[in-house]
């Protein structure tokens, strides 16, 4: 089974202390070598969870930063950062690892739904959001995850009643899930089991958004 690297956070660390390019450069074959590993854990993964999902794509992000409207000018991430997109239009939401000294965590949702993909979500939830709230409170969602997060405007979107009952979902523009995560725990041998055993736990959600996302609001398919 592929394994997490631990050098993974002695580098990050001392990229942390050191970030230039004048430090970065000799280290560059180091960075390299570590990056090919945790690709193969990326590619290892996505083959696993393609037993029980449907895995088209993995990316893992480059470690240069885009500064130019950005306070912060260091040139180098300090972390890996690897998403797994499910295949679509029929299959919708996507996970997300992260990994990063003493700031590890798995993500999983909707990080940046289109402005067609919102709205369709939005008035799902101003006609019905029990089913929605169900899958928030199974015990294996709860043991797996936190609860729902991201970003929402301050009131209501533009043509939703601010009163509305389900207003607290409604408002949201991001659906995310988030489990923070230990150093030990990403280096532990079973860690892929865990990424696993966390994503599968989401399914039954992004079944649900998967489901809203590819009919009408009469509930036909749209595909």
Same mark, same amino acid.
């Given at each position: ?8 956070? #002695? ?10 390019? !004048?430090? /970065?450069?000799?280290?560059? $074959? ?5 990056? %090919? *590993?945790?690709?193969?854990?990326? *590619?290892?993964?996505? !083959?696993?969870?393609?037993? %029980? ?16 409207? +950005? ?8 972390? /890996? ?16 690892? &992260?990994?990063? $000294?003493? *700031? +590890?965590?798995? !993500?999983?949702? /909707? ?19 029990? *089913? ?28 939703? +009643?601010? #009163? ?23 280096? !532990? ?7 696993? &055993? ?15 996302? %590819? %009919? ?8």
């Amino acid at each position: 089974m592929q394994v997490v690297n631990p050098e993974v956070f #002695t580098f990050f660390k001392a990229l942390s202390k050191n970030n230039s390019r !004048a430090w /970065f450069e000799p280290q560059k $074959p180091r960075f390299k070598a570590l990056e %090919t *590993e945790f690709k193969a854990f990326g *590619e290892t993964l996505k !083959a696993s969870m393609n037993q %029980t999902d449907e895995i088209d794509r993995v990316k893992l992000f480059r470690i240069y930063r885009d500064v130019r409207f +950005s306070k912060n000018k260091t040139p180098f991430k300090t972390h /890996f950062g690897m998403s797994f997109n499910r295949k679509k239009p029929h299959l919708r939401g996507g996970y997300y690892i &992260h990994i990063a $000294p003493g *700031e +590890s965590f798995l !993500a999983a949702g /909707f990080w940046n739904p289109n402005k067609e993909d919102l709205f369709r979500i939005r008035k799902e939830m101003e006609m019905d959001a029990d *089913e929605f709230r169900a899958l928030l409170k199974d015990p294996t969602f709860i043991k797996a995850w936190t609860g729902l997060e991201g970003e929402e405007v301050k009131t209501a979107p533009k043509g939703f +009643s601010k #009163t509305h009952d389900n207003i607290d979902l409604i408002k949201k523009k991001q659906y995310l899930f988030i489990k923070k995560l230990e150093d030990k725990a990403i280096l !532990a041998p079973n860690f892929q089991d865990e990424v696993i &055993h966390h994503f599968n736990a989401i399914r039954p959600i992004f079944n649900y958004f998967s489901n809203v996302l %590819t %009919t009408d609001l009469n509930g036909v398919s749209i595909l």
